[in-house]
Structures are given as C-alpha cells and as structure tokens.
C-alpha cells in the first residue's frame, strides 16, 4: 500500500522526485533494499509502512505464490499477471451473479477480479451510474455491460493520466501521477455531481471511503 519501486540510472536525470518517496534524493530512509543491476543501474524499494516483501523464486514457480495464484482475472487494459486470460464481459457477468456483497466491494476483492482499487471502483461505479451499495446479484446484464465497459474506460483514463497520487502512488521514476486531478466523484465530497444538481456524498463501504451521487446513481 506504501510500497515503491523507483528506477534509476546515469541517463535519468532531471525528474522531480516526489516527496512521497520520502526524501528529494535516493536512497531515502523508506528505501530498505536497493538492488544494483548489471548496466550500473539501480532499483530502490521504497516503503514507509513496510507492508510489503522480498522473495527470490524461480520464474516458473510465480504463479504458485498464493498472492498471485489466488488473484482473480484483471480487466483487458495491461497484460496480465502470467499470461492469465483477462476478464471478459462473460466472465464478469458470471462473477457478479454469485455474489450478494455491495457491488463495489465485490470489484475490490482481489480474489474475485484483480486490479481494481478503491479510486477506480468509486469511478466506474459512477460512470455505470450504478449505486455502489447494491448487491452484485442485483446488477442487471445490461447494467453489468456499462460498469465493464467504465471500469476499462476509467482504468485506460488513468494510465493516460500516470495514475493516482492521492496518497503514496508515485511512477517507477519516482513521479506522482495526475489522475485523481480529474477524477468524477472520487475525493470530491460536498461538491456538485459532474452530471446533475446533487451534491457528491461520502459513505463507508467495506472500511474504504466511497464516493456516490445519490441522485444520477440507482
């Protein structure tokens, strides 16, 4: 959640370092391991809370690593995690239709699709204009095409924008990205809905701060 992988060698030179990172040099105090590679390159792992670990495996044992193995199908916007297949709208339909927890927080769970965090949930809920409080049974197939087809919309969105720096995101040179400057709902309590005359409001969902217009979203 506070983990960071930063990249840094001779030709990298000039980027502004976030302060997420924890200092406006490498190494920082966060930086617990650096890995010196074979071109005279470096490889700082970063991480303020130390939530994260190191392991050597073998390549064709990855997917054996619970973490992995037991991840669900990522949306088809990067490839995925060991050549699995992605998630296609059959799939997510399927998905959905099992399950009776609130819909946003079936998206989160990793285990059931991988790839989707708190923002981008919030996000493509709103776009779907689908109520993050209602049960995934519920969501009906035409519903469940528009949240496919937003979820993909707001993830590309993102990746265009160098993602989200709302808290400790930074990229592999140590940048912040700029997605949550233009995001719809999320983080934007109180404020006018971007479609209709409500107000933007804040709930908890799972534990996690969930955005929603009460109006535009059923």
Known sequence: MTGQLIYQDSRIKGPTLSPKIGGPTLPTKYSHIIFTLDNGSFLYYNDLRQFGWVKVVRKDELMQIPFFKEMGPEPPVAKAMGGQAPLNLSKFIEIL?????????????????????????????????????????????????????????????????????????VNALGQEGNYQKHALVYGREGEKCPDCNSRVQKIKLGGRGTYFCPKCQK
């Open 97 to 169: 239709g099992k399950s009776n927890t609130a819909i946003k927080v079936l998206i989160m769970d990793q285990k059931k699709i991988g790839g989707i965090g708190n923002i981008y949930a919030n996000e493509a809920l709103f776009k779907a204009k689908i109520d993050p409080r209602r049960s995934a049974k519920q969501i009906t197939p035409e519903e469940a095409k528009r949240l496919y087809e937003a979820t993909i919309y707001v993830l590309k969105k993102s990746l265009e924008y160098g993602g989200s720096s709302d808290e400790n995101f």
